[in-house]
Nanobody
Framework: QVQLVESGGGLVQAGGSLRLSCVAS????????MGWFRQAPGKEREFVAT???????????DYADAVKGRFTISRDNAKNTLYLQMNSLKPEDTAIYYC??????????????????WGQGTQVTVST
């Protein structure tokens, strides 16, 4: 069964940290470019970060401008898990965070649903 299960969200004060996890199943996780997205209330889902292959040999990370220098994406292929370490959190980071397989789309990244449709996501709330 292909699926994605996100966890690790919560309520944190501005300036705090959280670590999100996404466990993928049903496909060979290491073969896929993966990323994080988020959706704030009343807004469209947006790209946050990706951990993807370059040249089929090396992984690299790319981030949305809003999170550069504060968030770090990583993966553990042995555990089929994608992570997002979020530091120096701001109230504007409040959103539901989702993971998905991704592909390059112009200047950003788009989801490809290789592990099925979106998971349930994990809520991150940053208070002032």
């Amino acid at each position: 069964q292909v699926q994605l299960v996100e966890s690790g969200g919560g309520l944190v004060q501005a300036g705090g940290s959280l670590r999100l996890s996404c466990v993928a199943s049903g496909r060979t996780f290491s073969n896929y470019n993966m990323g994080w997205f988020r959706q704030a209330p009343g807004k469209e889902r947006e790209f946050v970060a990706t951990h993807s292959w370059i040249g089929g040999k090396t992984y690299y990370a790319d981030y949305a401008d809003a999170v550069k220098g504060r968030f770090t994406i990583s993966r553990d292929n042995a555990k089929n898990t994608l992570y997002l370490q979020m530091n120096s959190l701001k109230p504007e980071d409040t959103a539901i965070y989702y993971c998905n397989s991704v592909q390059r789309s112009g200047s950003t990244w788009s989801s490809t649903d290789d592990f099925g449709s979106w998971g349930q996501g994990t809520q991150v709330t940053v208070s002032t």
